[in-house]
Each structure stands twice: as C-alpha cells, then as structure tokens.
T-cell receptor, first 114, second 110 residues
Framework: DGGITQSPKYLFRKEGQNVTLSCEQN?????MYWYRQDPGQGLRLIYY???????QKGDIAEGYSVSREKKESFPLTVTSAQKNPTAFYLC?????????????FGPGTRLTVL | DQQVKQNSPSLSVQEGRISILNCDYT??????FLWYKKYPAEGPTFLIS?????DKNEDGRFTVFLNKSAKHLSLHIVPSQPGDSAVYFC?????????FGKGTSLLVTP
C-alpha cells in the first residue's frame, strides 16, 4: 500500500535533548513537508523540500533542522534550541512542489517534552 | 498574521441536513484552495480542492464554492452524516506551502 509513515506515534524527550522524527513515503512524490499543530491552531509549516538534497525554511523553522538525502525520507530534528517543542508534528508529501498539488499527510507524531 | 481564517470554531448540524463551513482569506495571490478533514491524533485527509479559475467544484456530497471578489470560500456537505463529525481545515496556497485556517469542528447529530 502506498502512503506516508511517521514514527514513532508518541515520543517523549527530556528538556535539552535533540530528537529526530521519522517520515517515509512510498508514493514517489518529489516534495515533502513538515508541519506543527498546537491545540486550537491550524497547521504551521516548519520546513519543506521540493527535491532531493534541497530544502527551504517555512514560517517557524527556528530550533528545527531537516535533511533530504533520499526521495523517500525527510527526517525532522527538534533541537534543544526549540523553545516550545511539545506539539503534534505532521509530515506531508505531494507529487511535485508546484501549486495545484494536493498534499497527503502521515498519521503524525505527538512529541512531549518532560 | 493569519492569512486564512475560519471564524466559526464549531458547528452542530442534524443528520440529513446541509453543513456549511466557511473560510476567508486575505492574500489575493492565493490561487488554489483545499479542504481537509481531521480526526484527533490523526493526519488530515484531503477532501476537495478548487482552483481560482473556477467558482464551484463538486465531488459527491461535497461541494466547494469560491467567491474571489469576497475572498471567501465555503464547503457544503449534503446530506450530512454522523461520520462527517470531525475538524475541517481550509487551506490556501500560491506556490509550495499550504496556509491553514484554525479549523471548524463539525458535529453531526442523529
């Protein structure tokens, strides 16, 4: 089955530690995205990648880093510099990075900083 | 600044009736609009989209209307079913990234 997988579903981290969230897709999509959702809020864009080995900052990139070494994978690292990392993180992909392409979302990872 | 606004946090509709969810946007460069449905602790699911060159798009029970002059779009669900109960997000884009509203929680009661 084609789709987007995110792991783990729930993640706990001690304050001051870096943590990496996994996102894998087998849809052969070129573009991938990371969003963050906070309670009562819409989704906000953290980073996006239109093609392998290229990525761009979104609206709230501070304290996060990404890599795009393979088309299928777009991991997100939440660093200790992120001031309020507890949130629901969603990964998405689309056929290409251009407009008029629907983005398809993974199931999400809930990160809690203790 | 929020470029996509969903001013109704919640909506309750009886089963079989029409649900109308509204969305306003401020950026005139947006040329593609989408609606997503989301259950708690899950990723959003794409529902329907519309290009700015159209004013209506229909897919089964779901119809999206776009009024460019008013910078307003709406999602109509007819007839509403209990399984439609979820949070609905409006999104708009002029390029790569989607700009989301804060969502409207729809409850369809039997």
């Amino acid at each position: 089955d084609g789709g987007i997988t995110q792991s783990p579903k729930y993640l706990f981290r001690k304050e001051g530690q870096n943590v990496t969230l996994s996102c894998e897709q087998n849809l052969n999509h070129d573009a991938m995205y990371w969003y963050r959702q906070d309670p009562g809020q819409g989704l906000r864009l953290i980073y996006y990648s239109q093609i392998v080995n290229d990525f761009q900052k979104g609206d709230i990139a501070e304290g996060y880093s990404v890599s795009r070494e393979k088309k299928e994978s777009f991991p997100l690292t939440v660093t200790s510099a992120q001031k309020n990392p507890t949130a629901f993180y969603l990964c998405a992909s689309s056929m290409s990075g251009g407009t008029h392409n629907e983005q398809f979302f993974g199931p999400g990872t809930r990160l809690t900083v203790l | 600044d929020q470029q996509v606004k969903q001013n109704s946090p919640s909506l309750s509709v009886q089963e079989g009736r029409i649900s109308i969810l509204n969305c306003d946007y401020t950026n005139s460069m947006f040329d593609y609009f989408l609606w997503y449905k989301k259950y708690p602790a899950e990723g959003p699911t794409f529902l329907i989209s519309i290009s700015s060159i159209k004013d209506k798009n229909e897919d089964g029970r779901f119809t999206v209307f776009l009024n460019k002059s008013a910078k307003h779009l709406s999602l109509h669900i007819v007839p509403s079913q209990p399984g439609d109960s979820a949070v609905y997000f409006c999104a708009a884009t002029s390029g790569y990234a989607l700009n989301f509203g804060k969502g409207t929680s729809l409850l369809v009661t039997p």
